[in-house]
């Protein structure tokens, strides 16, 4: 389970993982810690923060967020694989940059590729894949990644209450995982780290 309420700096986590299958365990550590940034945010130059795409540009934003009045979505330029977060706070009548690059197919792979996009309010986001986990809780002005090197998980958000997020973490189809077990893991957001429960 994902959920975020009001904390120190807007907001705290809870990521809970559940686990199915048989054969080699995945692995949940005792913390996660989140690095400041994107890992390949120094790889390409994004629009500054806040910067509206225009018509076509805006073209090429793949809206994962729920339909609501704010939005979180991907933006690909020109259909290019490099992406960009980006936000929209009029149900996606206009988008505006939100963040460094996400992932470029050339440095780091899928790795860091968003495949969901769970927005929390217009200025908090979860973004993950099998391996990342990118978290804002200001708009996209400051973004925090943890990283699963393994690329084993799935991460699925099932229920949204009283401006929360529930995320439900289990192997990735293709992980070999072993006996049913379920982790509970808190963020933290002022000293940016996951720690798990239990």
Known sequence: M??????ALGAAVVLA??????????????TLPL???LAQSALGHALAWGTPLSAAQARWVRELSPRRAFR????????????????????????????????TDWAGGSLYY??????ISPRSVVMVSNAVIDVT??????????????DDWS???????????????????FSRAGKPSVALYVLNVAHHRWRRLR
């Not at 933006?75 to 690059?101: F, H, L, N």
């Not at 991460?155 to 973490?169: H, K, N, T």
């Open 17 to 30: 993982t559940s686990l199915a299958g048989a054969g080699t365990p995945v692995s949940y550590p005792a």
């Open 35 to 37: 690095s400041r940034g």
């Open 72 to 103: 979180w979505g991907v933006w690909q330029e020109g259909g290019r694989p490099s992406t960009y977060p980006v936000r929209s706070t009029d149900g996606g009548i206009r988008w505006t940059a939100a963040g460094p690059q996400l992932a």
């Open 155 to 173: 991460m699925v958000a099932f229920r949204v209450r009283g401006g929360g997020i529930d995320l439900r973490v289990s192997p990735a189809r």
């Open 114 to 119: 968003v495949q969901k996009v769970y927005a």
């Open 137 to 150: 809780t200001d708009g996209g002005r400051q973004w925090f990644q943890y990283l699963n090197p393994a």
């Open 2 to 7: 994902v959920r975020l309420v009001p904390g």
